[in-house]
């Protein structure tokens, strides 16, 4: 873990993901098919994302709830050893830490086996603000919920009190986020997404929300609705940034082979958070989080083994 003081909250789901790849729908006729390799790594959103930033070199916090059991020591220890600060994860006992089996198609498009009873549904209001007052993160610059409708133990009205938390300690406010799960649109999601100062949907998510399909006018929306800027994710597109006064549409970076897409849309907030961290202007903020995520599909899993460095080059290489 970094010895310095967290720069960025992440507040959202820690999981065990284990990655299934290529599975498709003969391994249902068959006795038993062998893989290459199945092995447990860290997944959920917000601790992809505090991994990458802690990659990035920045000082990510995690706020997140676990399991005290084998599942959530595994996880612990490996947020720990990648840089990310975890004093304020939450651990219960009796709780199972999630675990998600990915399956992977050979297209790198993925689907989920969860555990509707674990750990990543159960965090609440009620585990994050006490784990806001720890001294320690008085100095974070951002805060990001990682993603949006994941716990149903965090209403709408949860984080609009949550942001309004954030925002009276002066932090730069961000969310990625799910798919709706209840039919919510922006009558319901409006309130709470009003208070973003950046905003990562991906097309598919924004447009539930919204109602629109195409990507300039479910952009306007969001910012319409108060959202101070809207980095739409568009997969093999790229990005298109919105707010009120810019428009600007980030091509994706050229030639790059989708292995998994796991964890794509988490690299791409973290990535943006860096940039905005190191002061980098909107424009260049959705180039660095493009140049992030096309490393993270190139292997499987939401981590891989890509370096800074090399993100600065495809960033260069696209500007």
Same mark, same amino acid.
């Given at each position: 873990?970094?010895?310095?003081?967290?720069?960025?909250?992440?507040?959202? +789901?820690?999981?065990?993901?284990?990655?299934?790849?290529?599975?498709?729908?003969?391994? #249902?006729?068959?006795?038993?098919?062998?893989?290459?390799?199945?092995?447990?790594?860290?997944?959920?959103?917000?601790?992809?994302?505090?991994?990458?930033?802690?990659?990035?070199?920045?000082?990510?916090?995690?706020?997140?709830?676990?399991?005290?059991? =084998?599942?959530?020591?595994?996880?612990?220890?490996?947020?720990?050893?990648?840089?990310?600060?975890?004093?304020?994860?939450?651990?219960?006992?009796?709780?199972?830490?999630?675990?998600?089996?990915?399956?992977?198609?050979?297209?790198? $498009?993925? +689907?989920? @086996?969860?555990?509707?009873?674990?750990?990543?549904?159960?965090?609440?209001? !009620?585990? @994050?603000?006490?784990?806001?007052?720890?001294?320690? *993160?008085?100095?974070?610059?951002?805060?990001?919920?990682?993603?949006?409708?994941?716990?149903?133990? *965090?209403?709408? $009205?949860?984080?609009?009190?949550?942001?309004?938390?954030?925002? !009276?300690?002066?932090?730069?406010?961000?969310?990625?986020?799910?798919?709706?799960?209840?039919?919510?649109?922006?009558?319901?999601?409006?309130?709470?997404?009003?208070?973003?100062?950046?905003?990562?949907?991906?097309?598919?998510?924004?447009?539930?929300?919204?109602?629109?399909?195409?990507?300039? =006018?479910?952009?306007?929306?969001?910012?319409?609705?108060?959202?101070?800027?809207?980095?739409?994710? *568009?997969?093999?597109?790229?990005?298109?940034?919105?707010?009120?006064?810019?428009?600007?549409?980030?091509?994706?970076?050229?030639?790059?082979?989708?292995?998994?897409?796991? +964890?794509?849309?988490?690299? #791409?907030?973290?990535?943006?958070?860096?940039?905005?961290?190191?002061?980098?202007?909107?424009?260049?903020?959705?180039?660095?989080?493009?140049?992030?995520?096309?490393?993270?599909?190139?292997?499987?899993?939401?981590?891989?083994?890509?370096?800074?460095? $090399?993100?600065?080059?495809?960033?260069?290489?696209?500007?």
């Amino acid at each position: 873990m970094s010895n310095r003081a967290p720069e960025v909250v992440v507040i959202g +789901g820690a999981v065990v993901d284990i990655p299934l790849v290529p599975v498709g729908p003969a391994v #249902f006729e068959a006795g038993s098919t062998p893989l290459e390799r199945i092995a447990m790594q860290v997944g959920g959103d917000a601790a992809n994302e505090s991994l990458t930033l802690a990659r990035l070199g920045h000082a990510p916090a995690l706020v997140s709830k676990v399991g005290a059991d =084998a599942a959530g020591d595994y996880l612990l220890r490996a947020l720990r050893e990648g840089g990310v600060d975890t004093d304020s994860v939450v651990r219960e006992d009796g709780l199972d830490t999630g675990i998600n089996v990915v399956l992977v198609r050979k297209d790198g $498009e993925r +689907g989920f @086996i969860t555990n509707r009873n674990g750990s990543l549904r159960r965090l609440a209001l !009620a585990d @994050i603000l006490p784990a806001l007052d720890r001294p320690e *993160l008085s100095g974070a610059r951002i805060a990001c919920l990682a993603s949006l409708f994941v716990s149903p133990a *965090l209403s709408l $009205e949860d984080c609009a009190a949550l942001f309004d938390r954030l925002k !009276a300690r002066g932090m730069l406010l961000c969310a990625d986020t799910t798919r709706r799960k209840h039919g919510e649109t922006l009558r319901e999601a409006g309130d709470a997404l009003s208070r973003l100062d950046y905003f990562f949907p991906n097309l598919e998510e924004a447009a539930l929300l919204t109602g629109e399909d195409d990507p300039d =006018a479910t952009a306007a929306a969001l910012v319409d609705c108060g959202v101070k800027h809207v980095a739409l994710k *568009l997969g093999g597109r790229g990005c298109l940034l919105r707010s009120a006064r810019e428009r600007i549409l980030v091509p994706p970076f050229p030639g790059v082979r989708c292995v998994d897409t796991t +964890g794509a849309g988490d690299t #791409f907030a973290a990535g943006f958070i860096a940039a905005l961290l190191e002061g980098r202007d909107f424009a260049s903020c959705g180039r660095f989080a493009n140049a992030a995520a096309s490393l993270c599909v190139q292997s499987v899993g939401a981590g891989g083994s890509w370096t800074r460095e $090399e993100a600065e080059a495809r960033f260069r290489a696209m500007h």
